[in-house]
Structure formats: structure tokens, C-alpha cells
């Protein structure tokens, strides 16, 4: 591990001794921890075996439909970052545009929908605009929510992507005798598009976690499935159905970070991106991100 | 506009069930959270893996599932929060306990490897090191991060209103059925009380990010 050659010396006798002597607290509070969870899971019944196999279970149609409910879930998710991608894109442009009639409302709008909750985006889409005479049904109250935050919240990564990048290459892009949407296509987007890659990808991660409060207004994600599933087979397979709704989460975030994590990597490698020593400064620049 | 006028008192204790629940989360998601940096960053690798595993279980995990496990998953196991309002602080505390670890470790991280070789080698001990040298650096490194995870925990604390939590996003579900030519207003009046957390917030969070940027 990288950090322990900052923070510790190598260690001496004394010190290989205390760490020996702090391994074996720290593997009896381990130990402690899950032996409690155990206990707990015991007393109440929930490791019989028989609770356990209904996942597996072919007749049950758990799986079956828990895997069909993932496909709900990837389905509103892959829309909405479609959608916000594109229109997160254009708000983008439209917040570095040098006509302020064009900025300024554009500014407005980005800072509005990112300094908002998702769910009262949602609410709004599945509750108010019926109201309004627009009726959507779930899936589209679910994707029109997330779109609109995550238009505003992708249009703010696109900009601090963009202007990490050191004015010496437009600049000299300008001299060149290049408009500016020349400048932006040919010089700014490409170099930009690597130093934001891992930025995009953990948002869509986030994304993707959020489809879960489709939940809320009623839509057939994994969650709502989980739920409806154990409202049938009733409460003596809660626990496990729950267990397999978050186990599915967690495995398809997992891989989603995993692969932002490799991207963040090779970009560190990449010998076409300029090493900027405030290329970290790209992240304060988007103070109101949801994590 | 009667809807507003009217509920005044509702979007006044949504406000306040906002803020509260915020602040207790935000309270149990420091320490919390400042434990697990401690824990991964120590040299005892129990401890390390402990804090490794609850990081990428709660990062991955959409904070609505967890907020679902506190009141739908553990009454099953016999454990019960004595009201909504307590299972959201500890939804709401637990996951962004994960996201404070991090900003912490990566605030710990970013001190460069020189300083504490430095501080070794006039003599200081490793409470020394980290008191003197390490954590006065990091504390401002994790200004930034820190005040993103908490106005992302004031809009998460939303999530409150699809599990009996009577905060701002409720108020708003709960009156666009009684005045349905309002929806605009109603909507907009929770929006208010949001923007009027997470803007003082965001600007706050400049002021102390100047006042204490370090430079490298």
C-alpha cells in the first residue's frame, strides 16, 4: 500500500512487534463483529437453509424475475444517459458561449437542476406534470428525472473539462486563424474528452444507482421487484430476496467503478495528456456534485 | 399561490425535519467516517480490509436500498429504530459515512511523501508526524470533498420522503393532490428550501476553500 510509505517508517523490532500485537486486536474486533452478525442472523432463523435456496430455486421464478427487473433498472439507466449526455453536452456550450444572453440563462438553468434533489425532479415528472396536462408513464417520470439533473450535473464536468485544458492551446489554436467552433472540435474536445473520462464515468456510476428511486413512484426496477416478490411469498424470505437485490447492485456499481478506477489509470499513463499539477482542480469546480 | 401561503407552517417543520436530519447524519457520518480513514490507513490489516469492505459495500450500494434495509430489512432480524426519522438518520449517516472515509484518506494521501519522510528525520514520533506535519495538511486538502459530500447529503436527505420522513420533498407530494392547479408553486417552494441549503453552502465552502488552500 502506497500510504504506509508515507506515514510509516520502516518499522524496527519494536515496531513489527506493536504491529503484531495490533493485528491480533484487530482480528478478534473482526472476528467479534461478525460472530454478532451470525448470532443475530442465528437467533432469528434467517440461515436455514431452505430461505437460502429459493434464490436458487429455478420453480420459485426469483431469479428469474430479479433478472428482469435488472434489465428495467440498465434499460431507464441507459436512456437517461443517453438523454443527459447529449443535452448535458449543448448546456455546456451554452455556459461557455461568449454572448452573455446565451450564458447567463444557461447558467441559471445548470445551477438550478444541480442544486436540487433528484427525487423532487421525479416526484415533479410522476406527480406535477400530470397536473399540467402532461401525462408520462413511469418509465418516462423515472428517465425525464434523471435526465434533467444529470443534463446539469454532466454540463458542469463537460465545462471544468474543457477549461482544465491550458490556454495556450487555444490560444495558439486562435492565432492559427480557427473560428472557434474549430477551436472547440479540432483542439479543446479531444484533449478535454480524456481528462474527463473517469469524472463521466463515475457520475453515469451514480446514475445508475439513482434509477433505484424508481422504487419510489412505483417503477419495476430491482428494488421494486425485491419488494413485490416478498409481499407473495411473504416475510420469511424478506431478508434473502433484499440480500440478492443489494448483492445485484453492488456487483454491477462494482464493475462500473472498477472500470472508471482502470480508466483513471490508463489516463494517468496516457503520454498525450499533458500532466497538469492542477489538474485536480477540476473537481472543486463542480461543488454541488451528488456522490 | 394559496397552497404556499397556506401551508406556510408544513414547508416551515419540512424545512426544519430537513435540516435536522442533515445535521444528526452529517454528525455520525464525520466520526463514523473519520474512524474508517483511521482504520484504513493503519498498519494493521484486519483493520484496513474492514474499512476497505465497508467503503465499496456502501459506495456501490444506491442509498436508497440502504435506507430500504433499515426499515424494511432489519425489523426481520429484530432490530427496529424507535421512529422513521432515526432509521433515516442512520440510512442517511452509514452511506455517507463511506464517502467522508474517503475524502479524508485521499486528503491524507495527497500530503507529499517528503513531509513525513521530513518530519521523521529531525526526530518526531508518529503521533508527532501525524499531529504536526500530516493532518494540519490534509485538513485543508479535504475542505473541497468534504463540503461536496455534505450538500450531496442535504439533497440525499430527499430520499427521507419514500420512507415516512416528513422533510421538504414530502411537504410537496403531500399538498399537489389537495391543490392541483398549484403543482409549479408547490414544487418550487421545496425547491426553495433546498436551494437555500445547498447555495450558502456552495459558497461558504469558496470562502474556506481561499482562506485555506495550500500550496504545493
Redesign the interface.
Known amino acids: 500500500m502506497s500510504q504506509e510509505s508515507v506515514l510509516y517508517d520502516t518499522l524496527g523490532p519494536k515496531g513489527r512487534r506493536n504491529v503484531r500485537i495490533g493485528t491480533v486486536i484487530g482480528v478478534v474486533f473482526v472476528v467479534g463483529i461478525i460472530a454478532w452478525v451470525l448470532v443475530r442472523l442465528e437467533s432469528t432463523g434467517q440461515l436455514e437453509a431452505d430461505r437460502w435456496a429459493i434464490l436458487f430455486d429455478p420453480d420459485s421464478g426469483v431469479a428469474r424475475s430479479l433478472g428482469r427487473a435488472l434489465l428495467n433498472t440498465l434499460r431507464a439507466a441507459f436512456v437517461a444517459m443517453a438523454f443527459s449526455m447529449v443535452l448535458g453536452a449543448f448546456l455546456a456550450a451554452g455556459r461557455l458561449s461568449d454572448h452573455a444572453w446565451v450564458r447567463r440563462p444557461v447558467s441559471v438553468i445548470v445551477q438550478f437542476f444541480r442544486g436540487i434533489p433528484l427525487l423532487l425532479l421525479i416526484f415533479f415528472a410522476f406527480l406535477g406534470l400530470p397536473k399540467l396536462g402532461i401525462n408520462l408513464d413511469l418509465f418516462w417520470s423515472l428517465v425525464v428525472g434523471l435526465t434533467v439533473y444529470n443534463m446539469a450535473v454532466l454540463a458542469e464536468i463537460f465545462r471544468a473539462g474543457i477549461l482544465s485544458i491550458d490556454r495556450g492551446q487555444s490560444e495558439a489554436a486562435y492565432a492559427l486563424g480557427l473560428r472557434k467552433s474549430q477551436v472547440m472540435r479540432i483542439v479543446l474536445v479531444p484533449q478535454a474528452v480524456r481528462r474527463m473520462l473517469p469524472a463521466i464515468v463515475s457520475q453515469l456510476v451514480t446514475l445508475l444507482k439513482d434509477t433505484s428511486l424508481g422504487f419510489v413512484i412505483g417503477y419495476f426496477e430491482l428494488l421494486r421487484q425485491g419488494r413485490s416478490i416478498v409481499e407473495f411469498l411473504g416475510p420469511r424470505y424478506g431478508l434473502q430476496i433484499y440480500v440478492a437485490v443489494a448483492v445485484m447492485y453492488i456487483a454491477v456499481n462494482l464493475s462500473l467503478s472498477l472500470l472508471a478506477r482502470y480508466l483513471d489509470i490508463r489516463t494517468a499513463r496516457n503520454p498525450k495528456v499533458v500532466t497538469d499539477p492542477y489538474a485536480d482542480e477540476l473537481e472543486p469546480v463542480v461543488p454541488l456534485g451528488r456522490e | 399561490m394559496d397552497a404556499i401561503t397556506e401551508n406556510l407552517d408544513l414547508y416551515w417543520s419540512g424545512f426544519l425535519t430537513t435540516i435536522s436530519l442533515s445535521l444528526l447524519a452529517g454528525l455520525l457520518a464525520f466520526s463514523l467516517g473519520t474512524i474508517l480513514a483511521a482504520f484504513r490507513?493503519?498498519?494493521?490489516?484486519?483493520?484496513?480490509?474492514?474499512g476497505t469492505v465497508y467503503v465499496?459495500?456502501f459506495?456501490?450500494?444506491?442509498?436508497?436500498?440502504v435506507w430500504?434495509?433499515m426499515v424494511?430489512?432489519l425489523p426481520?432480524?429484530?432490530?427496529t429504530f424507535s421512529s422513521f426519522f432515526l432509521a433515516g438518520v442512520f440510512a442517511l449517516g452509514l452511506y455517507?459515512a463511506a464517502?467522508v472515509c474517503e475524502s479524508l484518506?485521499s486528503g491524507?494521501?495527497a500530503?507529499a511523501?517528503g513531509q513525513?519522510e521530513a518530519a521523521?528525520a529531525i526526530g518526531l514520533n508518529?503521533g508527532q508526524?501525524?499531529r504536526l506535519v500530516?493532518l494540519p495538511q490534509a485538513f485543508r486538502t479535504v475542505v473541497?470533498?468534504l463540503?461536496?459530500?455534505w450538500?450531496?447529503?442535504v439533497?440525499?436527505?430527499?430520499?427521507g420522503?419514500?420512507f415516512a420522513v416528513t422533510e421538504?420533498?414530502a411537504v410537496?407530494?403531500r399538498l399537489?393532490?389537495t391543490y392541483?392547479?398549484d403543482?409549479?408553486a408547490?414544487?418550487a417552494g421545496?425547491?426553495t428550501g433546498?436551494?437555500l441549503l445547498?447555495?450558502p453552502s456552495?459558497l461558504a465552502?469558496?470562502v474556506v476553500?481561499r482562506k485555506v488552500a495550500v500550496l504545493?
Do not use: C, H, Q
Open positions: 490507513v493503519s498498519p494493521f490489516p484486519p483493520l484496513s480490509w474492514l465499496e459495500v459506495r456501490n450500494t444506491p442509498l436508497t436500498v430500504f434495509f424494511f430489512a426481520l432480524l429484530d432490530i455517507t464517502f484518506r491524507i494521501n500530503v511523501a513525513a521523521r508518529f508526524t501525524l500530516v473541497p470533498p463540503g461536496n459530500v450538500i450531496a447529503m439533497k440525499n436527505s430527499s430520499i420522503a419514500a421538504l420533498t410537496a407530494t399537489v393532490n392541483p392547479a403543482v409549479i408547490i414544487f421545496s425547491a433546498y436551494l445547498t447555495i456552495g465552502l469558496g476553500e504545493r
